[in-house]
């Protein structure tokens, strides 16, 4: 009885791994030119991390969670998300210390929820984050934001709406609490028991609430862009002003919050808006978080980052029918007549390989006629044709398959000739 | 309080990553040439899977696995190696029925042992590895043991130790299998517990013992190599062959052995003999599989393949002193003096990202001073200077730190100067 791949994931297959390596390139490209370096943290980590960087109301740690005990009684989680893992290494390994400040970290990884498996949903999913550490210059929230729409646009996607908002800072967040609280209490009963427990606790979420979205009371709440103090405010436009500098278009939500303390500032997604895209539009979501790093135990440092999925990603560029330009194809394909050019052909393979140069041959023993087809079905550029009488001769015959184009070959200079046709 | 990293895990940072990043670089590469195409299978498995894909009598499975349920009560795994995950997916996908064949899949990700955690082993370790299912050929068994050593010697080792030996087919196993039986027996009483239990279930697994491996029986015991029927026998004299012609060069170990019933034929392992490497000398072991698919549930198709762990590859690296060429530096650091220079800096730099130059300035209102020392700690190619004066000039000005060279540019044409200078 066959082995069945766990509910709610994927093999990545090839064929199809070459889209999630083209864009993965080209993430890792765009942050090597921004000089975001790369960092790998622990696919699990402390439960704990997790409830208090990720908070311990949301969904994602009190109901999607992949939570565990290793052999020695440790509480553990396969990571949700990569932030809290990111700012839990820079405190643990004191990266505020180093000398290039801010720290620009990007990651790329499998991520974890239990949630209810859907198109385009997986239970590990792929996520593609930065984070800079150490900076409270609105600049530093421009570049993340172009960052992010600078690789969607080197993919090709057109279709992109972005939407940015600013939280305020702190006095901003807490006026703005008072009023939302002043504007829902007198009509709470009317709303679900997940936002009477909000009200107190967090008013900011019940803006998000998807059971009670269609309430009078939301569309009237009142805006934290109204509330925001004369340093917020100036930090927001800042940052428009930057953005606006990039050539980079954007819209401003009011609406748009992110529902923990430790958000402040600036908040942004990134939606496709082409067609057939789906009912979830979101390919991307960032923002501030100025009082993560001392929620997990470091020194008061201030942040931004976004994540995407790349799952999500590759939906967008497939509704926008874009094609990315992969290569296909082997180089060349080695057909061998005869008991001693096959032979030959191992040998000759794996010089043709140290070169550098792509290669294949048939191990099936097909006859002559099969093998010309494997080498269609690789698409290969060139075809090396060796019997055992060529092998005497000390030549082979090589056809250029686009031009049709033949020619004999000394065996001596053949590797040599085929790095020079395929310039390398 | 800070959050710590669980035990047996490491974060790879900026400064440590780049090794592993041009590492999986060259490996992928190879891969390509040799047409070996990338496969990314989940992270977490059925637990079923590994107890009958790896055995489950092996330590592995006993002792180190993470095992736990998810919300649905199902049994899930870490996986603790590559190859059953491949396998699975090769059979669920049914990939044996694709018109390219063998089919040729490389890996590379993180797998989990619950181990004691000591120098070079971690919980979490990265590995690399191919599998070539669908064909018997001994020019494959040459081909993946010959890609192995190509990446390693790509990388630059040479202290290199191959060995080879053949477990011959399930004739030539039993009757070693019986002759191992019959030697053993008479002084079973010496033996640890674990090998009396081994005797009848397992007797090749007791030439693996840590605890009995002084035995003077171990010494003596009968060679695979003296029971291999004559095809096992021609087998391995191919697979020989084709090595020699490719240069490889190996040794024959006849104690070589793997434990699992469905190895057969070819076991390989290649080591460092770099002076200082340490007590664990194996970089990489790999061997033919051909019952294995048949074991997870697919149709009979043969098997080969190899794993190898990205951190010992690193430590190998380092004991031969290896420096990988890996570039560091910015190619342009962009130095700023006043207000207005400071915001146009920031659209400047996003200009230059776009245009494929890596870039960089400061963050945090340093003196420009400190920006000068920033750009040499970031290694820049090109200091660019603009003042408020500059600006009103539309001019900047550029220093090339290797030669000291400087000269003043029109603002109009920066961008494209900098492409020239820097090739792009």
Not at 210 to 216: N, Q, S
Not at 262 to 273: D, G, K, L, R, V
Not at 295 to 317: D, V
Request: net charge negative; hydrophobic share 35%.
């Amino acid at each position: 009885m066959s082995i069945q791949i766990p509910r709610g994931t994927q093999d990545i297959l090839p064929g199809e791994v070459e889209k999630w390596q083209y864009v993965e390139e080209v993430a890792k490209s765009l942050c090597h030119n921004y000089q975001y370096k790369e960092i790998r943290t622990p696919i699990f980590e402390a439960s704990e991390l997790f409830t208090r960087g990720v908070g311990d109301t949301t969904d994602i740690v009190q109901k999607e969670m992949y939570m565990f005990e290793d052999q020695g009684g440790r509480s553990l989680a396969l990571r949700p998300e990569g932030t809290a893992s990111v700012v839990r290494s820079f405190v643990g390994n004191k990266m505020f210390g180093y000398p290039n400040q801010p720290t620009k970290l990007f990651y790329s990884g499998p991520m974890f929820r239990y949630e209810r498996p859907q198109a385009g949903r997986y239970r590990q999913f792929v996520q593609f984050g930065v984070e800079a550490l150490g900076s409270e210059d609105p600049a530093i929230d421009a570049e993340v934001i172009s960052l992010a729409m600078g690789i969607y646009k080197e993919l090709g996607l057109t279709q992109l709406k972005l939407v940015i908002n600013s939280l305020g800072d702190a006095d901003s967040r807490n006026a703005h609490r008072e009023a939302l609280i002043n504007h829902f209490k007198p009509s709470i009963d009317e709303f679900c028991g997940d936002c009477q427990n909000r009200l107190e606790k967090n008013p900011l979420r019940i803006l998000d609430c998807k059971k009670d979205r269609d309430h009078e009371l939301m569309g009237t709440a009142p805006s934290i862009l109204d509330y925001l103090n004369d340093e917020s405010k100036n930090y927001f436009e800042k940052v428009q002003t930057h953005l606006s500098d990039m050539d980079v278009e954007f819209v401003v939500d009011p609406t748009l919050v992110r529902g923990l303390d430790y958000y402040n500032h600036t908040a942004f997604e990134i939606m496709s808006e082409a067609e057939g895209f789906g009912a979830i539009t979101t390919l991307c979501g960032g923002g501030r978080y100025n009082g993560l790093v001392q929620m997990i135990g470091g020194p008061e440092t201030p942040g931004i980052g976004f994540a995407f999925s790349i799952e999500r990603l590759l939906s967008a560029l497939e509704a926008e029918g874009i094609e990315l330009p992969i290569e296909h194809g082997v180089e060349c394909f080695i057909v061998s007549l005869g008991k001693e050019a096959k032979d030959y052909s191992v040998k000759l393979l794996h010089t043709l390989r140290a070169a550098g140069i792509s290669s294949e041959k048939d191990y099936l023993d097909r006859k002559v006629k099969g093998q010309f087809k494997a080498a269609d079905r690789y698409d290969a550029k060139y075809v090396a044709v060796i019997g055992d009488n060529e092998l005497q001769e000390n030549k082979i015959n090589l056809k250029n398959m686009s031009t049709g184009e033949q020619e004999e070959i000394s065996l001596d200079h053949f590797v040599e000739k085929m790095k020079n046709k395929l310039g390398k």
